[in-house]
């Protein structure tokens, strides 16, 4: 489009200065002409912003969904570490903390259809399991999803410990169906093809009205004016897909590092837990022995100060 536009302005600068003077050519570009582009600039000025707007939400929504899958993933792993459960339970909730490292690398890959996303959960999913995912019809995660709720409806643990997992899975499960919508619905092309046809035409024309007042400057001048205008289409075009831009190959490393980390430190926080415990124990044993130094509480009309 900028390449085009400095072709046209040339064309049209050259014209202007070197035969629209001489007798019997054709007057190209006129003052009055740069009317045309002030009373249509507002239109392009609003189409250009609600497309760009339009993406740009899209981009948030995307963002958003990322981050909110993370915080799912940081409470179901910690619940599935902490919550008190027998031998049998046990093992099945460590098998969830097991899978939850590996969901963004599931997510990620299913997003960007890009299999070697796999290879990230080979540190947390066996030679079976990632054999399965890569075979199933059915989209990674949403697979994960459901082998982890079978996994926590397997457990005894009472029907509210089991509400609090299942809500975050249903949590990450929203989160896989706004990144679907966001991938397979882009926004209505023609829209998008408006727009740039609209910005075409107006560049297009633009010399005409400025050849006349601006001389050989109308060649840099609309340059300018389509490089910055087309970076604003493109910037609109670019983001209107969040999965090209996102960098998801630091989110899936820098999402599993984080899980595989909250992971490694459950026994610091059994130990936190076991010591401020004791730490309360011994204050209210100490405050006990003072009480009992201090003798019998004095009353006052039969109750005791």
């Known amino acids: 489009m900028v390449a085009w536009t400095l072709l046209v302005a040339t064309g049209v600068t050259i014209y202007v200065q070197l035969l629209q003077s001489k007798a019997g050519w054709p007057a190209l570009s006129k003052p009055a002409y740069s009317t045309a582009a002030s009373l249509t600039s507002f239109a392009l000025s609003l189409l250009l912003v609600y497309r760009t707007n339009s993406a740009y939400g899209r981009w948030a929504e995307m963002r958003t969904a990322c981050g909110r899958m993370l915080v799912h993933l940081r409470v179901l792993l910690r619940l599935a570490s902490t919550l008190p459960a027998g031998p049998a339970d046990r093992a099945a909730l460590q098998a969830v903390a097991r899978w939850t490292p590996a969901f963004p690398a599931l997510f990620f890959a299913f997003l960007a259809s890009q299999p070697a996303f796999y290879d990230m959960c080979a540190g947390q999913l066996v030679p079976a399991e990632l054999a ?174």
């Open 132 to 305: 399965a995912l890569r075979a199933a019809k059915q989209p990674a995660p949403l697979l994960a999803l459901a082998t982890m709720s079978r996994l926590v409806q397997s457990t005894r643990l009472t029907p509210w410990e089991r509400l609090a997992l299942e809500a975050e899975l249903s949590g990450l499960d929203a989160c896989v169906g706004i990144a679907q919508k966001l991938g397979v619905q882009p926004l209505p092309l023609s829209y998008t093809r408006h727009t740039s046809r609209f910005l075409l035409a107006w560049l297009t024309f633009l010399p005409l009205g400025l050849a006349a007042i601006y001389g050989w400057l109308t060649i840099p001048i609309c340059g300018v004016v389509a490089f910055l205008l087309a970076g604003v289409e493109g910037i609109g075009v670019s983001i209107e897909h969040p999965i090209r831009i996102l960098p998801i190959k630091s989110y899936a490393a820098g999402f599993k590092a984080a899980l595989v980390n909250q992971l490694r430190e459950v026994g610091v926080a059994q130990e936190l837990a076991a010591a401020a415990l004791a730490a309360a124990a011994a204050a209210a044993q100490l405050a006990g022995d003072e009480l009992a130094k201090q003798g019998p509480a004095e009353k006052v009309d039969g109750l005791p100060v």
